[in-house]
């Protein structure tokens, strides 16, 4: 039976926005949650499992394993996002699961038969990592495909309540099963665990029309700078990313040296290490139930700000007091911190990127997010094997008090200032004969006039859109003001071809960019509109002896057109 309702891709029936669990009533967003739970069980019994078999080769080697785990986001993200936003995701999402699936075999065999060597060990929790990273972009960018975007909040604080009751199930059943039958048939279960998620996307009817394509023509390496030229020109991005940047270090020594705590500081065995990352996960679950009373309380920032304080109240507590029931405890306050933050990142960088680049901004933002784990685990490890656990674990208290600190000097943006939604309101370029595809670079100049007494204000103005024009596409940008006549402006910017422009009129423009161009063009003389004009390569054009001419462009009558222009 395929995993669908009606024509929607599943999305029908749902119950009001505002409900935490309102996404879990649309059958494929169910499907996939429970698919997921499932696999996230699998692989923390798997990090049970491998980081009590290196348990007793030092400390830097058991934090390794998340280094592993991690590194290759940080090495493969960017192309991966790529590779999403280029090809179906759910193909990919398929292929990488497939591929996991045989990897974690292969650990459950070498690990029955005894030849599971600490060097293997790693090498294939590192392939397991690049599978996380080949589908890791791809499953974020499909959550819009799955529900609606005013509820893509929730879809975030339910993924992250799906890993954290995972974590609060998958240590302990972990441990438990080390015990007693040994650390092979963690590898088994996850092996077996990746079948539920393929079996789902195998079935799922997805809507008609749910990728936005690439540029024709565009080149991976210019994909891929066109996620970096995005980023940079996204404040509200770049500030979700800053925050990423600080909070991660700081809270990655949990993670990092929880196994420490448990063997070294409290001298528990695998099954109390589970229930230690357990104690985690029941905070997390918990957290969901808190997160929206939370959030209308502290607003986002505030819920950033009062995570990273309660994370370094609880390592601190974890490097001065040594008894397993008050460690127990204080970890329950550690997975409401980070389900709280990690869920108000997540949907933050979701609510922010648009369609055609959404993958790719994903991507950055798991760079940033498991970079940050992969970079901080080994230097916890370093510092507790060298100056001691609890001199790490208040190290990293203090840094998450100062990242604390900076909240109110380096905010969360508006959401509110920020709508993503495809905004195709540029005509078409009303031009002579149609270019080819990767006919380049593309020349675009636009004369404005306004009153010399608006110069200043309209300049302002336009430095929203020159954010706008090199987010999508512009590879430079000027504004100039006519010597001879005041008030006459003049914007010129570079596209790299034909293709990438004609992406920017029809596919890469969104509300937010619309809303900055009225804003600008709201300066401009009553009776006068933008004067646009297209202009090639002068050598390329004279060369290029396969043009036809183009027919002539229907004449734009809306309102708010500029009578044909190119807005």
């Known amino acids: 039976m395929a995993v669908t309702t009606k024509d929607d891709g599943g999305r029908r029936g749902s119950p009001a926005p505002g409900s935490a669990w309102a996404p879990l009533a649309l ?43 991690s590194l290759p986001v940080v090495l493969l993200a960017l192309p991966s996002g790529v590779l999403a936003d280029r090809f179906d995701r759910r193909g990919l999402l398929v292929v990488a699961q497939v591929a996991m ?9 070498l690990a029955f038969a005894g030849a599971l060597a600490p060097g293997a060990l790693l090498a294939l929790t590192f392939l397991l990592g690049c599978g996380t990273a080949l589908m890791s972009p791809a499953w974020q960018a499909i959550q819009p495909e799955l529900v609606g975007r005013a509820q893509l909040g ?11 009751l995972a974590r609060a199930i998958g240590p302990a059943a972990g441990g438990v099963l080390v015990a007693a039958a040994g650390a092979g048939w963690t590898f088994a279960f996850n092996a077996v665990s990746y079948l539920g998620i393929v079996a789902v996307l195998v079935l799922w009817k997805r809507p008609v029309g749910a990728s936005v394509p690439a540029a024709k023509g565009e080149g991976f390496f210019t994909a891929l700078y066109a996620a970096r030229r995005y980023v940079w020109n ?32 409290l001298h528990l065995g695998s099954g109390g290490y589970g229930l230690l990352l357990a104690a985690v996960g029941f905070g997390a679950v918990g957290g969901a139930f808190l997160l929206p009373r939370l959030q209308r309380l502290l607003g986002a920032n505030g819920v950033l700000a009062a995570g990273a304080v309660a994370f370094g109240v609880v390592l601190a507590v974890l490097a001065t007091v040594h008894v397993t029931w008050v460690a127990a405890v204080a970890l329950l306050p550690a ?38 784990q992969a970079l901080a685990a080994p230097l916890w490890g370093a510092l507790a094997q060298g100056a001691g656990l609890g001199t790490a ?10 990242t604390a600190v900076t909240v109110p ?28 595809p990767a006919d380049g670079p593309v020349l675009v100049s636009i004369v404005y006039h306004v009153s010399p007494d608006d110069g200043v204000a309209f300049a302002r103005a336009m430095e929203n859109v020159a954010r706008s024009r090199r987010r999508t596409g512009a590879l430079t940008w000027g504004l100039y003001e006519d010597g001879t006549e005041p008030g006459r402006f003049i914007e010129n910017y570079l596209v790299g071809s034909w293709a990438e422009h004609l992406a920017q009129h029809h596919t890469r423009q969104t509300v937010t960019d619309r809303r900055f161009e009225e804003q600008a063009r709201s300066y401009l003389l009553p009776g006068t509109t933008p004067e646009a004009t297209h202009a090639f390569d002068a050598a390329v054009a004279a060369g290029k002896g396969h043009r036809v001419p183009a027919p002539p462009p229907a004449p734009d009558v809306s309102p708010a057109s500029g009578a044909g222009q190119d807005r």
Request: hydrophobic share 55%; with cysteine.
């Open 27 to 69: 059958p494929v967003f169910r499907a996939l949650w429970i698919a997921q739970f499932v696999s996230n069980v699998g692989t923390w019994m798997q990090t049970v499992g491998a980081q009590w078999l290196l348990l007793g080769h030092g400390a830097t080697l058991v934090t390794l394993v998340q280094t592993a785990s």
């Open 101 to 109: 699936c045989a990897v974690a075999a292969v650990l459950a065999v």
């Open 154 to 164: 929730q879809a975030s604080a339910l993924g992250a309540v799906n890993m954290n």
């Open 234 to 265: 996204a404040p509200g991005v770049r500030r979700v990313l800053l925050r990423t940047a600080l909070f991660i270090p700081g809270a990655a020594a949990v993670w990092s040296l929880l196994p420490l705590v448990a063997g070294d500081s």
């Open 335 to 372: 997975g409401v911190a980070w389900i709280a933050v990690l869920s108000t990142l997540n949907a933050a960088t979701q609510t922010r990127l648009p369609g055609w680049v959404r993958a790719r901004g994903l991507a950055v933002y798991l760079l940033v997010f498991q970079g940050g």
């Open 393 to 402: 674990l208040l190290v990293a208290a203090g840094l998450l008090v100062l």
């Open 409 to 436: 000097l380096w905010p969360l943006y508006d959401a509110a200032r920020i709508d993503p939604t495809p905004s195709d309101h540029w005509p078409t370029p009303p031009l002579v004969y149609e270019p080819g």
